[in-house]
């Protein structure tokens, strides 16, 4: 599978890595990496347009990026979703399994930083995102306006909007 083009989105919400095989045919995974990990899979037949069109987002725009990183945000979707109670459906497995994402070795934090998505964030904020994500699982309320919002940061970005603000004010 050398000739796979892999891509991601870069919207508030959610992520969607978006995997393209050939020419026309898709996998498209919804993430949700501030929460859930993983919400869902469908493969898709035809071209990048027509894909924006059926999930309804005409104007969505899919970046680039390695393969790696792709698997690595597939994974990170696992660890997460394993940990909230979410699950994944057979045939999603089946292409992680095909992907290699499996073989990758999660690191660090289970969540990562909102702001820089690297950045690794404290053991109290993970349990205090999980304790939300959890429950909201439970309740079949991701993704629904109903569901809390938050907003966690690793030390180094709140590191530089503190300077930022900072500077601000002495200039
Ligand atoms: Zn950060």
Redesign the pocket.
């Given at each position: 599978m050398t000739e796979l083009k892999t891509y991601r989105t870069k919207e508030n919400g959610f992520l969607i890595i978006l995997i393209r095989i050939n020419q026309t045919k898709n996998l498209v995974f919804l993430l949700d990496p501030w929460k859930a990990g993983y919400r869902d899979f469908e493969s898709h037949k035809g071209s990048i347009s027509s894909l924006k069109r059926e999930i309804g987002m005409p104007s969505i725009k899919f970046y680039p990026i390695s393969k790696k990183e792709a698997a690595t945000f597939l994974r990170r979707g696992i660890e997460i979703a394993d940990a909230v109670g979410v699950e994944i459906g057979e045939d999603a497995k089946s292409w992680f399994e095909k992907l290699g994402v499996y073989k990758i070795k999660p690191k660090g934090s289970l969540y990562k930083?909102f702001?820089?998505?690297?950045?690794e964030l404290s053991q109290d904020d993970v349990e205090e995102i999980l304790e939300i994500a959890r429950k909201e699982v439970e309740e079949g309320i991701v993704g629904t306006d109903q569901e809390e919002q938050y907003f966690y940061?690793?030390e180094?970005?709140r590191q530089d909007m503190h300077e930022s603000h900072t500077n601000g004010i002495v200039n």
């Open positions: 930083c702001n820089c998505e690297e950045g940061i690793c180094n970005c």
